[in-house]
């Protein structure tokens, strides 16, 4: 059994302010956030991780780096850096401020399934999960008893997950959005297709304290 610990990562300065965030942009950790990959790493300091892959955007790198500094059995660990776990990208709305009325804005948070974001040259929900479904399951084959880190994005995480226990195409999104540094846990077993939830959107170790 594979067991998957995904983990968003901490919060930016375009979380802050209400901005698309996604695969072709980054924005540096707040204070905040730098304290809450601390806080998931003192967490899981103790779990052994045979694996970790982590997106190549620089405020997920940045979170690993800070919760791994926390964890107590890093000797000849390796950290994998994957493109395919980078963030849904928004084309054209990179940057911007999020308008809540519009209607792909809806249906990306809502209805996944009548996402289109054809007029902006975004990504398609089908390529996220794709793309981010692959890179899991080489990972599970890799390590099919293994403890593996995932450190990635937002909506990446919450499609990527719901996809993965066998939910339909119009719930990806549900249970969304996952709060930053966030702790879910799914298991794969070796001879089943889908995986099973054990802990999901886990914040409990984090402290109250939320000043950026």
Known sequence: ?????FVRHGKTELNLSLRFQGGKIDSPLLPIGIEQAIQ???YLCD?????????????AMDTANYLLKEN?????????YYDSLREIKFGKREGIEIDHTDEQTKNL????????PTAFGGETIDSLV??????IEQISKKYPDGKVL???HGVLLITLINSLIGKEKSQWREGGPLANTSITILEKENDLQNYTLKTFNDVSYQSQNEEA
């Open 1 to 5: 059994m594979t067991t998957f610990y």
């Open 40 to 42: 998931a790493g003192r």
């Open 47 to 59: 779990t052994s991780f045979d694996a970790v892959a982590v997106s190549t955007q620089k405020r």
């Open 72 to 80: 107590d059995y890093l000797d000849g660990l390796t950290v994998n």
């Open 109 to 116: 948070r809502q209805r996944p399934d009548l996402y289109d």
């Open 130 to 135: 794709k793309r981010s479904t692959e890179t």
């Open 150 to 152: 995932i450190v990635a």
